[in-house]
């Protein structure tokens, strides 16, 4: 069988279990029943303990304030003489035994079967190291607040000065760029000069002797031949030389490039008297059509592959090959001369610039400008065992309105 009621021994084991204080009082406020943890959390010896009432001397102070608590503003004093009920007030109080403690203070009133406040309970906790914790976080958080403000000002006044760094260093590039373009021009128009000057001084020379010495009508006739054909040379040399402009027109239309390649084959083969063994053409059957000038693009497989013929010795083969992909369409000369020596690599296509006798050196420099004309590439591998000139077509086969 359950009993009826609980002796007042068995009421005190049960609260010293909780782990909060709890204070039972009546409705004069006298002590009915106190745990251990009050005791523990006010800092007192319960065996010198000779207050009995909540209507003593406590001090506490309202949380972060200097305001002290008056003796009946109590939650507990308010709770049996109010009726009042109070949740987690949170109180800093002066201890029995000196330290100052922060508490977090709850009241409850009890009332009879009338409606009468017969008394009342007290909960009670310490949150001191809470609050400590509190405290130390919100400190971390200030410092971390103010490190996140400083760091974030020194990345902006980095930021800032990287940019203007790269401001510097793009201005310096142009100014690169500009310088060399200048040096650039200054080798060509020296290249350009002194092709045209040998040819004029060879008609500057001829017309003298014309018209100082007494020849025959054959003997004028070689003479004045010589002195068009050095005016023809010169003429062509123009030529050429304005063929660099990047703002030649072209006439963009859909061409195959295998088709062009074949025809260009046959005319170098036509022209120079050059055995079909000499070449070897692998080509992709299905390759898309290329928006370009077709007699530029011819002139430029010419060239490369009277570059790539003079590369070799007479036994040796040069690879032609073709192939596309989704993006690009490539053309690819390949050689089995010595290569290009790396001294001469970054400029073998300035214009006048020429290893070879009896050669003006625009070929390649007409090579590059042809490509750029026709939304081409051109790159070079070059070594030991010959050089591959990869020329690279866009793959407009979608859309071929030229």
């Known amino acids: ?38 005791y523990d959390i006010w800092g007192v010896d319960p065996a010198k303990w000779d207050k009995h009432t909540v209507y003593g001397e406590y001090e506490g102070y309202y949380k972060g304030t200097d305001q002290r608590i008056s003796k009946g503003d109590w939650a507990v004093i308010r ?48 949150i001191t190291e809470v609050k400590q914790l509190e405290i130390e976080l919100n400190i971390h958080k200030r410092y971390l ?6 760091k974030t ?3 902006k006044e980095k930021n800032e000065k990287l940019k203007q760094e790269m401001l510097e260093n793009e201005r310096l590039h142009k100014e690169k760029r500009k310088m060399d373009q200048l040096h650039l021009v200054g080798e060509m128009a020296v290249g350009f000069a002194h092709e045209i000057r040998n040819r004029m001084t060879t008609v500057n020379m001829f ?25 023809e040379q010169a003429n062509a040399i123009i030529s050429e030389f304005v063929m660099l402009s990047h703002n030649k027109k072209v006439e963009l239309r859909p061409n195959n490039l295998n088709k062009i390649v074949r025809e260009s084959i046959l005319k170098i083969q036509t022209d120079l008297e050059i055995n079909t ?24 497989i010419m060239n490369l ?27 690819l000369i390949k050689d089995e ?12 296509a300035t214009p006048f610039f020429t290893t070879k006798d009896h050669h003006i050196g625009l070929g390649l420099s007409k090579c590059y400008s042809i490509a750029e004309r026709n939304q081409a590439t051109i790159t070079l591998d070059t070594g030991a065992t010959g050089t591959t000139v990869t020329v690279t077509f866009l793959n407009t086969s979608t859309d071929l309105h030229c």
């Open 79 to 126: 709770a049996i003489e109010k009726g009042e009920t109070s949740f987690g007030e949170v109180i800093d109080i002066q201890t029995f035994d000196g330290r100052k403690a922060t508490i977090l203070n709850s009241a409850i009133p009890l009332f009879t079967a009338g409606g009468r406040i017969d008394g009342a309970v007290l909960t009670i906790s310490d």
């Open 305 to 331: 592959i009277r570059n790539g013929l003079e590369a070799m010795e007479d036994d040796q083969v040069l690879t032609i090959k073709t192939l596309s992909n989704e993006n690009e369409i490539l053309l």
């Open 207 to 231: 017309l003298q002797f014309l018209s100082t010495t007494d020849l025959s009508d054959q003997e004028k006739k070689q003479m004045i031949s010589t002195v068009l054909l050095d005016v």
């Open 277 to 300: 063994s000499r070449f070897i053409f692998i080509n992709e059957d299905s390759i898309p059509d290329i928006c370009v000038d077709e007699n530029e693009i011819t002139q430029l």
């Open 153 to 155: 000002r020194e990345l």
């Open 145 to 150: 607040s103010d490190l996140v403000e400083e």
């Open 1 to 38: 069988m359950l009993k009826k009621g609980l002796a007042n021994s068995d009421i005190q084991r049960i609260l010293n279990a909780l782990p909060f204080g709890v204070l039972i009082v009546d409705a004069k406020g006298e002590f009915l029943h106190i745990n251990s943890k009050v």
């Open 337 to 348: 001369g010595p290569g290009i020596h790396p001294s001469i690599l970054d400029k073998i």
